[in-house]
């Protein structure tokens, strides 16, 4: 069956970074275009960060816009999330997802703080 396992996230100071990974299983992985999305406490879920099947192409969240960086390596079933200069609001569960499908992860507690 499908799964996503997010992990990565943590406690880090305000203009710190952390890289997140999504372990992917149960689907072709590098047939599907992937995505980032986060959940702060009292929000919606909202969308971070897309990049296609091949990895050609990236999209992001204005908020997180040269900050944060997705990748995927199709070898290892593995998409990743860069985060460099995190601030307060990014303080969040951060999930992946395929485009394709309806499957979540457990996601990933990141909490910047200091």
């Known amino acids: 069956q499908v799964q996503l396992v997010e992990s990565g996230g943590g406690l880090v100071q305000p203009g710190g970074s952390l890289r997140l990974s999504c372990a992917a299983s149960?689907?072709?992985?590098?047939?599907?275009?992937m995505k980032w999305y986060r959940q702060a406490p009292g929000k919606e879920r909202e969308w971070v960060a897309s990049?296609?099947?091949?990895?050609?192409?990236?999209l992001y969240a204005g908020s997180v816009q040269g900050r944060f960086t997705i990748s995927r390596d199709n070898a290892k079933n593995r998409l990743y999330l860069q985060m460099n200069g995190l601030k307060s609001e990014d303080t969040a569960v951060y999930y992946c997802?395929?485009?394709?499908?309806?499957?979540w992860g457990q996601g990933t507690q990141v909490t910047v703080s200091s």
């Open positions: 149960g689907f072709t992985f590098s047939s599907h275009p």
């Open positions: 990049i296609t099947d091949g990895g050609g192409s990236t």
């Open positions: 997802k395929s485009e394709r499908l309806t499957n």
